[in-house]
């Protein structure tokens, strides 16, 4: 059985917006791995760093599937590390 390890960061969307913040980042590593089948990184709890609130400039909820290039208020491509 030669399953990938799955980890946070491979979860996140690649060129997610920089103010896309997660109680995740703070409290543990993005590089953890994943154990259950959750499409998004994280424990579900995201806020935008231009508003400190879990809805963007833009007056839309905050989500990795949505702080994308696409969104109105994309705050342009998160540097890769």
Same mark, same amino acid.
């Given at each position: 059985?030669?399953?990938?390890?799955?980890?946070?960061?491979?979860?996140?969307? $690649?060129?997610?917006? &920089?103010?896309?913040?997660?109680? #995740?980042?703070?409290?543990?590593?993005?590089?953890?791995?994943?154990? !259950? %089948?959750?499409?998004?990184?994280?424990?579900?709890?995201?806020?935008?760093?231009?508003?400190? $609130?879990?809805?963007? &400039?833009?007056?839309?909820?905050? #989500?990795?599937?949505?702080?994308?290039?696409?969104?109105?208020?994309? !705050? %342009?491509?998160?540097?890769?590390?």
């Amino acid at each position: 059985m030669n399953e990938k390890i799955i980890t946070h960061a491979d979860l996140l969307p $690649r060129g997610s917006c &920089p103010s896309l913040l997660m109680k #995740h980042v703070l409290t543990h590593s993005m590089g953890d791995q994943v154990f !259950d %089948g959750r499409s998004a990184p994280g424990d579900g709890y995201y806020w935008c760093a231009r508003t400190c $609130r879990c809805v963007g &400039p833009d007056d839309e909820v905050v #989500h990795p599937k949505d702080c994308v290039a696409t969104r109105r208020c994309y !705050d %342009g491509p998160r540097a890769e590390a």
